[in-house]
């Protein structure tokens, strides 16, 4: 480190002279100082951000707060914009496009309205015609305005679930810069590579004082008047208790199910505020452990039919339902299947349907889809795909995200969700039944498809290829004692997928695993499904698929050395 100190003290000192933002030159400066003194924390905490840049994907950027090139800081976002800007404009000279407009969007986390406002000003100086949100609102209004409006750029800044001290910068492209099927969805390759190269080519931001217009706060008016429209508003006793998990949804989501005539909703209380430290939750994500504790103690207090949990800028949505005396989430599965059968009954023609999910989600939609006569395909993980499928009517992910009203958010929206799913429980509660009785009619019909994962978390990073390596060297050649018959290395592609890093294997009892690095964090993800065919009772084919998906779980763990 003692070699490398010199260097990295001086691009410090540059970055402080060219960061605008007091916190993080101050922040910098201490950090330079105690590096300097000879404290190898500090000096490795240096290194670490100057190791590189970081680098703008087809997730745009996202990265913890603070100081140099490898965080999100004021100057990290100043050049994006300004490479964004300067992809837009170049490639409307070359094409001809009329006038260049964005909207810009933003939720509560730190920063976030700065990192908005410094986005509104670059682009402004560029020429674009800038709509700004009013206040932080949830990512499926800046999605459903990116369309709305026409824009050929959308940005959202957010860091969606993730620690509190991150933040993000998602983009959308539509209007002119894209094929009317993609207008409004988020970028895919070759935009993410375009827009990066334009990012590295920036040499000094430029910043207008003004000249971009706020959209009026009746913009959230008027995206919950296209997501009422989802379904009839009529008197609905059901009662629900609903969390944004201190994020940006709250207020949008209640006014949609009250606008739907849903009278019984509670908000917990200690959640319903923005907040960007997160005070009640470890980790702002409704699948992790504890984060929706405060939800069921308020639904067993109600005697609540269904708890709603939005993630902190709402693209998301969990739900919970009193599964014979027990509160439990729904698997983001469980809840793809819900709604697929949901969705199916409210087709006006299945033959020009399609219903679509990722690789990584449960085959049961798919079952379902085929069976209603409906066409149905998988995509690569991540809405960027699934939104871009032609005639889209459903599509889903196992990580809480759905969309069901693809006409106007070419995204995920937990809002959208949110209502569909509890106008359906009440259509149950109404007819005698309720969502576990449903989930059993379903695996009746169907067969019980049951899902789980083997995830791996790792402080090398070059651990991941290592093991998929290993993988790719030693097929297993049996999980849970069925043999594998098909072994897919996606990095390969396929006649349906263009090419990913991950393998997929089938056995002849149908079992299926996938297995990827995770997209977002240092982890290698296998995703299990185990499908068991219901010839007794739904209970007992439940049984037998979670004592398979144990041996499965096993077997991978062995076929990774682990």
């Known amino acids: 480190m003692s070699t490398l100190l010199p260097q990295l003290v001086e691009r410090a000192r540059a ?61 990290v976002v100043q050049r994006a914009a300004q490479g964004l800007a300067d992809y837009a404009t170049a490639r409307a000279e070359a094409e001809g496009w009329e006038q260049i407009s964005a909207v810009v969007g933003f939720d509560a986390r730190k920063n976030s309205n700065v990192f908005a406002l410094d986005t509104a000003a670059i682009f402004t100086a560029a020429g ?40 993000g910068y998602k983009v959308y492209l539509g209007g002119q810069a894209v094929e009317d099927g993609a207008r409004g969805a988020q970028i895919v390759p070759p935009y993410d590579g375009d827009i990066a190269a334009a990012i590295a080519d920036v040499s000094q931001p430029v910043l207008a004082d003004e000249g971009w217009s706020v959209l009026p706060d009746t913009v959230a008016d008027d995206y919950i008047v296209k997501v009422l429209s989802l379904v009839p508003q009529q008197d609905r006793d059901l009662k629900i208790v609903l969390t944004p998990l201190h994020g940006v949804g709250g207020k949008t989501a209640e006014a949609v199910l009250r606008g739907a005539g849903f009278t019984h909703v509670t908000l917990v209380p200690e959640q319903a505020d923005p907040d960007p430290t997160f ?5 702002p994500n409704p699948e992790e452990p504890g984060a929706l504790d405060l939800a069921f103690a308020l639904a067993q207090k109600l005697d609540a039919d269904l708890i709603i949990a939005n993630d902190p800028d709402a693209d998301r949505a969990a739900f919970a339902i009193n599964d014979g005396g027990t509160w439990r ?11 697929a059968d949901r969705m199916l009954s409210t087709l006006e023609n299945p033959a020009e349907a399609t219903f679509a999910n990722s690789i990584v989600s449960s085959r049961q939609v798919g079952a379902l889809a085929h069976a209603a006569g409906v066409k149905h395909v998988e ?39 949110a209502l569909v799913m509890a106008a359906y429980a009440q259509e149950l509660k109404d007819a005698g039944s309720n969502l576990p009785a449903l989930l059993d009619n379903l695996s009746a019909q169907h067969g019980v498809y049951a899902t789980d994962q083997l995830s791996v978390r790792v402080d090398d990073l070059a651990l991941i290829p290592a093991m998929m390596k290993r993988l790719r ?11 594998v018959t098909s072994v897919e290395d996606l990095t390969e592609g396929t006649e349906t997928l ?3 890093d991950g393998m997929r294997y089938y056995t002849e009892d149908d079992s299926r695993v996938i297995v990827r690095p995770s997209g977002t964090e240092p982890k290698l993800k296998c995703y299990l499904e185990a499908v068991v065919p219901v010839t007794g009772s739904v209970a007992d084919a439940h049984a037998t698929a979670a004592t398979k998906l144990d041996i499965i779980k096993a077997d991978m763990s062995a076929a990774l050395g682990l």
């Open 15 to 75: 970055w402080i002279t060219d960061d605008p933002d007091a916190e993080t030159r101050t922040q910098l400066e201490g950090i330079l100082a105690q590096a300097e003194a000879g404290d190898e924390v500090a000096a490795a905490d240096l290194a670490d951000r100057f190791s590189g840049t970081l680098q703008f994907g087809t997730a745009g950027l996202r990265a913890e707060l603070g100081a140099g090139p490898m965080r999100m800081n004021r100057v």
């Open 128 to 167: 674009i015609e800038v709509k700004l949100m009013p206040s932080p609102l949830p990512t499926p209004v800046t999605a459903w305005a990116t369309r709305e409006y026409g824009a050929e750029i959308g940005v959202m800044v957010t860091a969606s679930h993730n620690p509190p001290n991150d933040n």
């Open 279 to 283: 005070p009640t939750v470890a980790f």
């Open 329 to 339: 989430m729904l698997r983001g599965d469980e809840t793809g299947s819900i709604l």
């Open 379 to 417: 995509t690569l993980t991540g809405f960027k795909w699934i939104a871009r499928v032609e005639n889209l009517s459903f599509g889903y992910e196992e990580a809480l995200g759905y969309c069901v009203d693809h006409a106007q958010v070419r995204d995920k929206d937990g809002i959208s969700a």
């Open 473 to 483: 060297d030693n097929a297993p050649a049996q999980l849970a004692g069925s043999s």
């Open 498 to 500: 263009p090419p990913t």
